[in-house]
């Protein structure tokens, strides 16, 4: 009985390799069944035999690949093939089996046999199983990558066999391929990127980092990072949480975009970087890991910084502008009244910057900014403001004060800093500065009524000598809310041509009319009479000096050509020009447009200035006024001695005439001292060939005094006060000649 168990089961090993299991097994049945002496055997155990093969037969011819069982000779002779040899190799069983076939030797890849025979042979000498993958040259021509899994066995007369499968795996090989070269792919990505590439875990570890994260931080190599940068979270970043809100980020969004943050390098300095990353998970839905980018924006980030800056600092001193002081005043006063303090806002003007600025020029004036910048912000603390609005004005804003006494000694201390001695240009000068201030909650609760309340104190502060500071008051508030009525008023009354001339003559000692000065009136439907001491310096700071004068100027011009008619006395007539007008490029073409317009020659106009036209404007000055004289204009200087450089301009610049301020005529019948400047400047006057005209004469003792000096012409209250065109043209019809009694004294206009 074992006899026959072993030939069944080598006859059935031996059939399978084969493929004549079943027909063997059959026929080795039937012989046992016939031996006479033997043991008959049950028809039951027949069957069981049959049926095994049976399957075993259907299982090893329908294997997606082919079973096999060769020599190992120089062919790899095939003894035996599964059917799936067809649809591996196109050839059939029967065309592969035994000497005459197509040897698997033949099939096997010309390129691939020596490793083949190599391995396989190396399996033989050890008795070890081997798995191996080539490629075959199947019937097509085609080749097919495969996979063979081997074993050497000895067979029924112990010669080795190799026995094995092998299996189609071309598809899965050319996978395998393409993610071989997608892995070379992002690898040569990740080691050769010029950004930086990470890998690293919820808790804050660095996984994986490429070269170039590794530059970015300043290490070597990219291990050097992984090892030294051990926490993320406190050793990477400059704020303290930002590793947290990373994490957040990437839990609550799955991803981040455009993360910025300032970070430390491996020496210790700071860089800014922008990260953006996602989570990596697995097929299951599961965590691996946080991967991203990570870009260096510092150039960007200081370039923004820059440009945010330009946004809000002065580009002179470096101070907070407008803009950043409306957000600093904002902040100081929602502290004031949380907190219960003082908040107090000084709005600061330079005394006289316009001067330094033209005579020592524009490189001195900017250096007497910067260094009153710098003597304000030394006077300050560091919860407190200093701020440039634009020109020599700034403003503080001063927080956390109790007491008003505190805020009134920083400012002591403010106008001593500016004070002092500063040199320029090779000499030490002394700046003053004109202060206002105002206070929360006593004078206003919101930032623009502040600020508007600090600029009206300014103003009084300059009114009240300069150098000083003011506080503001209810009656400061009252005087500015009235200049904006009369502003809108003027300009209201300029549109409807409201405005009109009336025209004080000046005589020689004769007291013959010689000429007339024109003299802006106002007189306003429901305000009454307005003088020219209220609304003209109104419309000097409001830029409407320019319309008035033209309007006066137009009126004026007119009245002189009827004066000047053919056959009559010629007629001069003085006009007053504000500094401010200078500042115009095109003043000389316009005041001549106007003359020609109206038909009066320039030598019949005589155009009075005030030396600040020197003081603000200089060089400039200096041309439009050469430009007037050459076409035919008269100059005159108006209110000679009252400043501290008229004798200087009269032997630098082409004036005509000086006209003495009424100040140095008053009182000089009764005061020595006031007789004997009146004496000098007449003789200035008269020693530069200049013509002299006094005005404010408002006594006959003034007059005899002034005429006994050689004084050329006079004007004034004595003589007449300004009087409408009619009243003027009826003087000049009845003779031109002031009687001596002269008219009603008053005040001078």
């Known amino acids: ?37 033997g043991p008959r055997v049950p028809s039951l155990l027949s069957s069981e035999v049959l049926d095994r093969a049976r399957v075993l037969d259907t299982l090893v011819n329908n294997l997606d690949g082919m079973a096999y069982r060769c020599g190992h000779d120089a062919a790899w002779t095939l003894i035996f093939v599964s059917e799936g040899c067809t649809g591996l190799t196109g050839y059939t069983p029967a065309e592969l089996v035994g000497s005459a076939g197509a040897s698997w030797e033949r099939l096997t890849h010309p390129d691939d046999r020596a490793r083949v025979r190599a391995a396989i042979g190396e399996a033989v000498r050890t008795g070890r199983r081997f798995t191996l993958q080539y490629r075959i040259l199947p019937r097509d021509g085609v080749p097919k990558w495969v996979q063979e899994r081997g074993v050497p066995v000895a067979d029924e007369q112990g010669s080795t066999v190799i026995e094995g499968f092998i299996e189609d795996i071309t598809e899965q090989r050319a996978t395998l391929e393409a993610l071989q070269q997608a892995e070379l792919r992002y690898r040569s990505i990740f080691e050769h990127a010029s950004e930086g590439i990470f890998q690293t875990t919820r808790e804050g570890h660095y996984l994986a980092a490429n070269p ?21 979270g406190r050793r990477l970043y400059v704020l303290p949480g930002r590793r947290e809100a990373f994490r957040r980020m990437m839990e609550t969004h799955g991803s981040v975009r455009n993360f910025e943050s300032e970070v430390y390098r491996s020496d210790g300095s700071r860089m800014w970087i922008s990260e953006n990353a996602h989570i990596v998970r697995g097929a299951q839905g599961e965590f691996i890991c946080y991967e991203g ?10 370039y923004q910084e820059q440009l945010e800056r330009q946004a809000n600092h002065d580009l002179l001193t470096g101070l907070p502008n407008r803009v950043l ?12 009244q949380r907190l219960g303090y003082y908040l107090a806002v000084v709005f600061i003007d330079l005394d006289n910057f316009k001067f330094v600025n033209d005579s020592l020029g524009h490189a001195a004036g900017d250096h007497l900014l910067q260094e009153v910048a710098r003597r304000l912000s030394a006077c300050l603390r560091q919860s407190d403001t200093v701020a440039r609005l634009g020109g020599d004005e700034f403003v503080l804003v001063l927080n956390d004060h109790y007491h008003v006494s505190t805020i009134i000694s920083l400012l002591e201390r403010v106008l001593h800093q500016i004070h002092l001695p500063i040199s320029l240009c090779g000499r030490s000068l002394q ?48 005087m500015a809310e009235e200049r904006l009525h009369l502003e809108a008023a003027m300009r209201e009354a300029l549109e409807a041509d409201a405005f009109h001339v009336h025209y004080q003559p000046k005589v020689d000692h004769r007291r013959r009319i010689v000429g007339v000065e024109a003299l802006a009136r106002w007189h306003h439907p429901t305000l009454g009479p307005i003088g020219p001491d209220r609304f003209i310096p109104i419309a000097e700071e409001t830029a409407l000096i320019a319309p008035l004068t033209t309007a006066i100027l137009r009126q004026a011009f ?22 401010r007008l200078f500042m115009s490029a095109d003043i000389v073409s316009h005041v001549l447009g106007l003359a020609r317009e109206a038909g009066i020659a320039p030598h019949l ?56 301020d009424r100040s140095l005529v008053t009182d000089i019948e009764r ?24 005005e404010g004469v408002e006594n006959q003792a003034q007059f005899d005094f002034l005429r006994c000096q050689g004084c050329d012409e006079f004007q004034g209250y004595l003589i007449s006060r300004p009087v409408s065109e009619d009243q003027l043209s009826a003087m000049l019809a009845s003779g031109g000649v002031i009687p001596r009694q002269g008219l009603p004294g008053g005040t001078h206009a």
């Open 431 to 478: 700046v003053g500065a004109s202060l206002g201030v105002a206070l929360y909650p006593d004078d206003s609760e919101d930032v623009a009524s502040l600020l508007r309340h600090a600029d009206i104190a300014m103003y009084a502060a300059k009114d009240r000598g300069r150098h000083n500071f003011q506080f503001f008051t209810r009656d400061l508030n009252r």
């Open 558 to 579: 007119a009245a002189a050509r009827r004066w000047n008619a053919p056959g009559e006395p010629q007629l001069q007539v003085a006009v007053n020009l504000s500094a």
């Open 293 to 302: 980018t990570v870009q260096d924006i510092s150039e960007r980030k200081h």
């Open 325 to 336: 002081l409306g957000d600093r005043l904002s902040q100081g006063l929602a502290r004031a």
């Open 671 to 694: 005061e020595e001292e006031g007789a004997l400047i009146a004496r000098a400047a007449i003789s200035l006057g008269q020693s530069l060939r200049k013509r002299v005209v006094a």
């Open 212 to 232: 170039a994260l590794a530059r970015l931080y300043g290490y070597t190599t990219p291990q050097e990072l992984i090892t030294d940068l051990s926490d993320i």
């Open 605 to 660: 106009v005589e155009l009075e200035i005030t030396e600040t036209v020197f003081l603000d404007h200089s060089q400039g000055a200096i041309d439009s006024l050469r430009a007037f004289k050459h076409h035919g204009f008269s100059l005159a200087m108006d209110d000679f001695g009252t400043g501290y450089s008229s004798l200087s301009y009269l032997r630098s610049f082409p004036l005509d005439i000086i006209k003495i």
């Open 1 to 37: 009985m074992i006899w026959v168990n072993f030939i069944c089961t080598n006859v059935v090993r031996h059939a399978a390799c084969t493929g004549r299991a079943t027909e063997l097994l059959e026929s080795v049945t039937v012989s046992l069944l016939a031996f006479p002496d």
